[in-house]
């Protein structure tokens, strides 16, 4: 059974970006932030939110040392908005990189 993903809106992803700059974490804001309702091996509900960067950005400009909190902090407000029950998969991407990887 799909479920209706959780919404985080641009205005939602800028907040924790602002976030985490008055906490002096600075981080890239993100080109895009994408919620949808799927299912895990076993077939039981997840969420899956997908985290992009512009694909001008070299990958070696945001290692996951510098983007880790703002995975967390996104991750967490899909968690929440989904009412804690659904476990939220997490994937970061450059656009234009297709599932395995590679440019498309």
């Not at 997840?46 to 995975?71: G, H, N, Q």
């Not at 450059?94 to 590679?102: C, H, M, Q």
Request: charged fraction near 25%; proline fraction near 10%.
């Amino acid at each position: 059974m799909l479920l209706n993903p959780p919404k985080l809106s641009a205005a939602d992803v800028r907040s924790v970006v602002r976030e985490l700059a008055r906490a002096r974490i600075e981080v890239p804001e993100p080109s895009r932030v994408e919620v949808s309702a799927g299912e895990d091996f076993e077939g039981d509900p997840v969420f899956r939110l997908v985290v992009y960067f512009a694909s001008s950005v070299p990958p070696e400009t945001i290692p996951w040392k510098k983007i880790s909190p703002l995975i967390a902090k996104l991750h967490q407000l899909a968690f929440e908005r989904g009412g804690f029950e659904v476990p939220v998969l997490t994937e970061v991407r450059r656009l234009g990189e297709s599932l395995s990887g590679a440019s498309s």
